[in-house]
């Protein structure tokens, strides 16, 4: 098995620089050419029918590897790799708020399944290559290995986590990061030179900001979830990201800044430094909720990031602590809570930002995640006391 994990490690490593350099493409272009963003309806009318026509098996993204790894039936098809992939980029070339690590767990889960073609295995070493592939595409993403050997594993279920697969997590994550090394993949790198009060207040500071950052995780499961129950009116599937591209598209005009759409890496670098305006990660998630809900691709980890990282910076302020310190928590916590990854989230922190991050870290984000309640945005995760 850890053959096949190294093996899946590459996959998700070539995928994931791939992706990485698309998307900077994509991103590039739109910020040189914003008229395009008016096209993103039109953008998502052709993502819509794609996966109406072709891609209804894989419309489920994440939630089905989370089944598959639950209760293994059949083989992930291939194409939910390329599927993914276009639709990510096309959502970010017409300026869709989304975001980019929920692709590269696609396509690491999808790609390390295909290796179940060619090799023989049996239902628990597929569980195994699926959450070391999906793991291993997380981590080459963020540039955080470690962070993504444990997120593989973790994402399955919530209130219990399962040592499953942890050598073959571990190598297929670390192959992984070091295939986007060889591949000069375009890595965001964030600032590492953090103030860190090791006192009573800051302690008490991160706590708060916690609460805070699972409140914020709460409201957007929520607010995606009933976006996504009124757009189930529409029966036509393609027509969705089509009323919901028209709506985002009207809504940024009206705001009138275009600050939020894509990825927002810019806002997040200068949050870590500078107070943020306290509307901006209420913004974020409006718009985010809207475009991811609707059926755009891309998933919410970035748009997380960018709401945790905003809010904690304008906290900072309140709270009389550095901001980059609540802004590098912020981070992490709004997308543990809502993820319900905690700890691979505490962790990928702590890679991002400097090891001294850890127990700030780990008490923000568990704490977000006991805020934020039982529910999150992968549907699929078997929730403790089902398991009971």
Same mark, same amino acid.
């Given at each position: 098995?850890?053959?096949?994990?190294?093996?899946?490690?590459?996959?998700?490593?070539?995928?994931?620089?791939?992706?990485?350099?698309?998307?900077?493409?994509?991103?590039?272009?739109?910020?040189?050419?914003? $008229? /395009?963003?008016?096209?993103?309806?039109?953008?998502?009318?052709?993502?819509? %029918?794609?996966?109406? #026509?072709?891609?209804?098996?894989?419309?489920?993204?994440?939630?089905?590897?989370?089944?598959?790894?639950?209760?293994?039936?059949?083989?992930?098809?291939? @194409?939910?790799?390329?599927?993914?992939?276009?639709?990510?980029?096309?959502?970010? /070339?017409?300026?869709?708020?989304?975001?980019?690590?929920? +692709?590269?767990?696609?396509?690491?889960?999808?790609?390390?399944?295909?290796? +179940?073609?060619?090799?023989? &295995?049996?239902?628990?070493? @597929?569980?195994?290559?699926?959450?070391?592939?999906?793991?291993?595409?997380?981590?080459?993403?963020?540039?955080?290995?470690?962070?993504?050997?444990?997120?593989?594993?973790?994402?399955?279920?919530?209130?219990?986590?399962?040592?499953?697969?942890?050598?073959?997590?571990?190598?297929?994550?670390?192959?992984?990061?070091? +295939?986007?090394?060889?591949?000069? #993949?375009?890595?965001?790198?964030?600032?590492?030179?953090?103030?860190?009060?090791?006192?009573?207040?800051?302690?008490?500071?991160?706590?708060?900001?916690?609460?805070?950052?699972?409140?914020?995780?709460?409201?957007?499961? @929520?607010?995606?979830?009933?976006?996504?129950?009124?757009?189930?009116?529409?029966?036509?599937?393609?027509?969705?990201?089509?009323?919901?591209?028209?709506?985002?598209?009207?809504?940024?005009?009206?705001?009138?800044?275009? @600050?939020?759409?894509? =990825?927002?890496?810019?806002?997040?670098?200068?949050?870590?430094?500078?107070?943020?305006?306290? %509307?901006?990660?209420?913004?974020?998630?409006?718009?985010?909720?809207?475009?991811?809900?609707?059926?755009?691709?891309?998933?919410?980890?970035?748009?997380?990031?960018?709401?945790?990282?905003?809010?904690?910076?304008?906290?900072?302020?309140?709270?009389?602590?550095?901001?980059? =310190?609540?802004?590098?928590?912020?981070?992490?916590?709004?997308?543990?809570?809502?993820?319900? +990854?905690?700890?691979?989230?505490? $962790?990928?922190?702590?890679?991002?930002?400097?090891?001294?991050?850890?127990?700030?870290?780990?008490?923000?984000?568990?704490?977000?995640?006991? &805020?934020?309640?039982?529910?999150?945005?992968?549907?699929?995760?078997?929730?403790?006391?089902?398991?009971?």
């Amino acid at each position: 098995m850890l053959v096949l994990s190294a093996l899946s490690g590459v996959l998700a490593g070539i995928s994931a620089t791939l992706f990485l350099f698309a998307l900077k493409w994509a991103t590039d272009y739109r910020e040189d050419h914003m $008229i /395009l963003i008016w096209f993103l309806p039109v953008a998502g009318f052709f993502i819509g %029918w794609v996966y109406y #026509a072709f891609g209804k098996d894989v419309a489920a993204g994440n939630n089905l590897i989370i089944d598959e790894i639950h209760d293994p039936k059949k083989v992930i098809p291939f @194409r939910m790799a390329p599927f993914i992939l276009m639709g990510t980029v096309l959502t970010h /070339l017409f300026g869709g708020s989304a975001g980019r690590e929920g +692709t590269a767990v696609q396509m690491g889960g999808s790609l390390a399944d295909q290796l +179940t073609h060619f090799f023989k &295995v049996s239902k628990e070493q @597929r569980k195994i290559l699926l959450a070391a592939g999906s793991g291993a595409g997380f981590g080459a993403a963020i540039g955080a290995p470690l962070a993504g050997a444990i997120f593989g594993m973790e994402m399955n279920f919530v209130g219990r986590f399962k040592w499953f697969a942890v050598l073959e997590s571990l190598v297929a994550s670390y192959v992984g990061y070091a +295939t986007t090394h060889v591949l000069h #993949a375009p890595h965001t790198r964030y600032l590492r030179d953090l103030e860190l009060p090791f006192d009573l207040h800051g302690f008490f500071a991160v706590f708060l900001g916690g609460l805070a950052f699972g409140l914020m995780s709460l409201i957007f499961v @929520r607010f995606s979830h009933r976006i996504e129950n009124v757009f189930r009116q529409i029966s036509f599937p393609p027509l969705k990201p089509l009323v919901g591209g028209m709506i985002v598209v009207g809504l940024f005009y009206v705001e009138g800044s275009y @600050r939020y759409d894509g =990825l927002g890496l810019d806002i997040i670098q200068g949050a870590l430094t500078n107070p943020s305006s306290i %509307w901006d990660p209420f913004y974020k998630m409006f718009f985010s909720a809207l475009t991811v809900s609707t059926g755009f691709k891309g998933g919410e980890f970035i748009p997380m990031v960018f709401m945790g990282a905003t809010l904690g910076s304008a906290l900072s302020v309140w709270l009389q602590v550095p901001v980059s =310190l609540m802004a590098s928590v912020g981070f992490a916590s709004v997308f543990g809570a809502a993820s319900k +990854t905690p700890l691979a989230c505490s $962790i990928m922190a702590m890679e991002v930002f400097g090891w001294d991050l850890a127990p700030f870290a780990l008490l923000s984000c568990f704490t977000a995640y006991v &805020v934020s309640g039982p529910s999150g945005i992968y549907s699929s995760q078997i929730k403790f006391k089902k398991l009971n």
